[in-house]
């Protein structure tokens, strides 16, 4: 059945006017700059523990170096200083995808000033933390950088993956004796330093957190860790073997690895094995 004349008159007239009321497009401005000359153009850089907080003074920071691809002329370097960021802000808090994550409360960056004259590719790369030499990792990227147009706020973000794994006891190159009953102890940290534990933040739950036992480079035992509430590391029991076994000692190994982050830290040492004690002879 067809509409009356006078209702689709009625149709067509109120699209009209709703058409007629919608603002008309308009371009953005453009930037206020010169046409010619260097333009001062400010690059922030953050390096940030892939799932956890920002490289801060507690780990000794990140490097940060930003390269010109085409020349390779290092056009800055240095390090990123200040706090590792809000914890319930950066790991708590739901953000939309333009929301500050890391900037919207103080935490470490690295922030640099360039003199662009041209739209410029460059490589901007990453190490840390440096306090922990065995556990530095470098990550970069690379972007286009326009002169005059100031990268800020959270500014670029570099992800650094890993864990800070460090055996606590025996000692490094501790001499361990033959046939003892040792405790292997291993603290576990975020590359920002935030620690590893059961139904945190980080939780060590989610983590595969195992111990070894080597001859060589040979396994010989892998060992469940647990961990210690009371002294805030994983530990787990584990026997030395016979010293005519391994003349040469141990080395020991811990390994932390989250398959869902991509995250793996890992510390090892070696130990000399001297003889077992004699027990003591009977005096008559």
Same mark, same amino acid.
């Given at each position: 059945?067809?509409?009356?004349?006078?209702?689709?008159?009625?149709?067509?007239?109120?699209?009209?006017?709703?058409?007629?009321?919608?603002?008309?497009?308009?371009?953005? !401005?453009?930037?206020? &700059?010169?046409?010619?000359?260097?333009?001062?153009?400010?690059?922030?850089?953050?390096?940030?523990?892939?799932? !956890?907080?920002? +490289?801060?003074?507690?780990?000794?920071? !990140?490097?940060?170096?930003?390269?010109?691809?085409? =020349?390779?002329?290092? +056009?800055?370097?240095?390090?990123? /200083?200040?706090?590792?960021?809000?914890?319930? /802000?950066?790991?708590?808090?739901?953000?939309?995808?333009?929301?500050?994550?890391?900037?919207?409360?103080? =935490?470490?960056?690295?922030?640099?000033?360039?003199?662009?004259?041209?739209?410029? &590719?460059?490589?901007?790369?990453?190490? $840390?933390?440096?306090?922990?030499?065995?556990?530095?990792?470098?990550? =970069?990227?690379?972007?286009?950088?326009?002169?005059? /147009?100031?990268?800020?706020?959270?500014?670029?973000? &570099?992800? &650094?993956?890993?864990?800070?794994?460090?055996?606590?006891?025996?000692?490094?190159?501790?001499?361990?004796?033959?046939?003892?009953?040792?405790?292997?102890?291993?603290?576990?940290?975020?590359?920002? $330093? =935030?620690?590893?534990?059961?139904?945190?933040?980080?939780?060590?739950?989610?983590?595969?957190?195992?111990?070894?036992?080597?001859?060589?480079?040979?396994?010989?035992?892998?060992?469940?860790?647990?961990?210690?509430?009371?002294?805030?590391?994983?530990?787990?029991?584990?026997?030395?073997?016979?010293?005519?076994?391994?003349?040469?000692?141990?080395?020991?190994?811990?390994? !932390?690895?989250? +398959?869902?982050?991509?995250?793996?830290?890992?510390?090892?040492?070696?130990?000399?094995?001297?003889?077992?004690?004699?027990?003591?002879?009977?005096?008559?």
């Amino acid at each position: 059945m067809t509409r009356p004349p006078l209702v689709l008159f009625g149709l067509i007239l109120s699209l009209i006017l709703f058409l007629s009321s919608i603002p008309p497009a308009k371009g953005q !401005a453009l930037p206020e &700059l010169p046409l010619n000359g260097p333009q001062p153009t400010m690059v922030l850089v953050r390096v940030v523990a892939q799932g !956890a907080m920002v +490289l801060g003074r507690q780990v000794g920071g !990140a490097r940060v170096t930003i390269t010109d691809v085409a =020349s390779g002329h290092i +056009l800055a370097t240095g390090l990123q /200083q200040g706090e590792a960021g809000d914890q319930n /802000q950066i790991m708590r808090t739901p953000h939309l995808m333009e929301e500050p994550i890391y900037s919207s409360r103080p =935490s470490a960056a690295f922030t640099t000033t360039l003199q662009l004259q041209t739209p410029t &590719l460059v490589e901007i790369s990453a190490e $840390g933390p440096l306090a922990f030499p065995a556990a530095v990792q470098k990550t =970069s990227k690379t972007l286009l950088l326009i002169p005059g /147009q100031d990268l800020t706020h959270d500014g670029i973000v &570099l992800h &650094l993956y890993g864990y800070l794994v460090q055996i606590e006891r025996p000692k490094p190159r501790e001499a361990l004796i033959a046939k003892d009953d040792l405790k292997l102890r291993a603290s576990i940290r975020t590359l920002s $330093g =935030s620690l590893v534990r059961p139904h945190g933040d980080w939780d060590s739950r989610k983590i595969r957190i195992y111990g070894e036992v080597l001859v060589g480079n040979r396994i010989i035992e892998r060992l469940q860790m647990f961990y210690d509430e009371g002294s805030r590391t994983f530990e787990a029991p584990f026997f030395v073997p016979p010293s005519k076994d391994v003349p040469d000692g141990i080395r020991l190994r811990v390994i !932390a690895t989250d +398959l869902s982050t991509g995250n793996s830290g890992m510390d090892q040492a070696d130990y000399p094995v001297l003889s077992e004690r004699l027990p003591p002879k009977a005096i008559h």
